[in-house]
């Protein structure tokens, strides 16, 4: 690295520590931010607070409760929790008397890191955390139903169901009050599917109830449960998301706490991680939508402390029953789109596949009708998926070549014009000349048909499908688990080197395709430097080139320590991916002689130096902008000498 070189980058280091220190909150700044933390914090004390002495409360009226036969609630409080499995060839589903809930769901066709059938939640799900001002609280799943009453409000978790019309998918769960006032659960689970229906029905509750009941809330707590080895990677693909009604998709924060309350009407609300998903969907939608998630410390077993509350519409007379729909399942593609047909709303579409987040709209669109169509294509041969990556990368590259044979031919063409770019640096030696000779530098291109735009175009049309991948493969549940080399799961990252103890920022492994990965990056930064022309230009510009250079090798480094926690299926197919770019490049400098381009831009000179072409709109507007800017430094020089 020469001094200028030298000069720059401790000039840039000097820049980031100047912005970091006057950007630093004054005291002020911090004891302001102090005293609004510690408001919310007294806020949410409060909340709690009165949430505890409610949940004392309501305690001591169910004690008395149970001693009152005169309550409506008298009969289901008492009872002895039971329960019952629905299950199909997908999923086997646990529901308990207590609460008439679904408590457990276990997928047949995925295994855990352990080997064992993946199991999404069940009542044993529990974790206790350090609250500060209350010691120790318990955390734990829980999914119920409430309904104001007269005397008594109705909370399905506090209260006994009996089993009725019991199949191997389907199962009536019956809140019986008296003998002629109940509520139904009924459940059914759909064959070769993730889907279980639930139809809440009323009897004769009208009296039961205040005459202006017309919903009930939703309440749903869940540990989401680690499933990957990776939890940071895991971590980047878990969060609540839910869907407008009528519109798209949005979500929680995926890394740090939050919260959000929601106006408009949802469809559905999904709690999901990396691979799975659990989702509540709306026969008439829900209101009044309360979400929040916290993440969970790595090393619990679980991601994040999920929480929903939302209302959906309840007819006490029975007339009307109230539908809802559950998906317990993989967050496959191909699976989510065909539940949209089984929709209990035949109004709406569900989108249950837009759960998958393929990117912004153009990349989500490569992804949607391109790479998710080859993907499955190629994995219905029966290949390892190492292979399917691998033929997956060679179609890739191969659709983009014509991008890339036209960018490398541009930046021949500019390369074998170096000869009169060298004579007009030879004219314009003073710096005051610098954008005249940038003025004579575009004029000789224009007049060769060469176009210094002509490489940017090509390489901008290729960015949305390399970004398309990078949102496809860490989503792609076909690689879950699957082997490959030394890679013994292509969605997580392979360890092939490790140690015990964590070291910051590389942790305790050493992805070797990510090593892969970097290096031949570095190979492609060296292959692609000899590629761009020197334009010529001021030292000042010749040194900005320098660090650029510089920092487009720095680049893989950082790529290392951000990667290397990725899944060695995405790390895998960059390497693939920066590996044939490096072949083709050596194709192409071998094939595409410069001295034969050369040779017909002289011809292409010849031919129309009588009748030049007409600059295209992008050449003109970058002309006038070059015109511009000499006029301005005239007038500068002029005024300078006066």
Known sequence: MDKNSSLGFILIIAVMLGFFYFNQADPQQIEAQKRYQDSIAAVQYEQELLAYKETERRQAELATLENDSTSLLFNALKGEEQFVTLSNNKVNLRLSTLGGRVCEATLNDYNNQQGKPVTL?????????????????????????????KEENINTSEL???????????????????????????YSLLPDSYMLNLSIEAHNMQGALPGSTRELGITWDQLVRQQEKGFTFEQQYTNITYKIADEGTDNLSERTNDKENIEEPVDWVAFKNQFFSCIVIAGSEFSNVSLSSDTINEGKGYMKNCSASMYTPFDPSGKNATDLQFYFGPNKYSELKACNELAINENKELQLHKLIYFGWPIVRLINRYFIIYLFDWLTSWGLSMGLVLLLLTLIVKAAVYPFTYKSYVSSAKMRALKPYIDEINAKYPKPEDAMRKQQEIMGLYSKYGASPMGGCLPMLIQMPIFIALFNFVPNAIELRQQSFLWAHDLSSYDALIS??????????????????????????????????????????????MKMMRWMMYIMPVIFFFIFHDYSSGLNYYYFLSTLISVIIFIYLRKSVKEQE???????????NKNNPAKRSGMMARLEALQQEQQRILEEQQKRNKK
């Open 499 to 544: 140690w015990d103890t964590y070291i910051w920022p590389i942790g305790n492994h050493i992805s070797i395709f990510c090593l892969l990965f970097c290096l031949t990056q570095i190979v492609n930064t060296y292959y692609t430097s000899k590629m761009q022309p020197n334009m010529g230009g001021s030292p000042e510009q010749e040194m900005q």
């Open 597 to 607: 381009l050369l040779r017909k831009m002289e011809a292409y000179y010849e031919k």
């Open 160 to 186: 006994y169901f009996t089993p009725i019309h019991v199949t191997d998918s389907s199962v009536t769960m019956r809140l019986a009050f008296s003998t002629d006032k109940y509520i139904d659960f009924n």
């Open 121 to 149: 939640f069940n009542e044993n799900d529990h974790i206790t955390i350090r609250n500060a001002r209350r010691g120790q609280e318990d955390i734990y799943n829980q999914f119920y139903f409430t309904i104001d009453g």
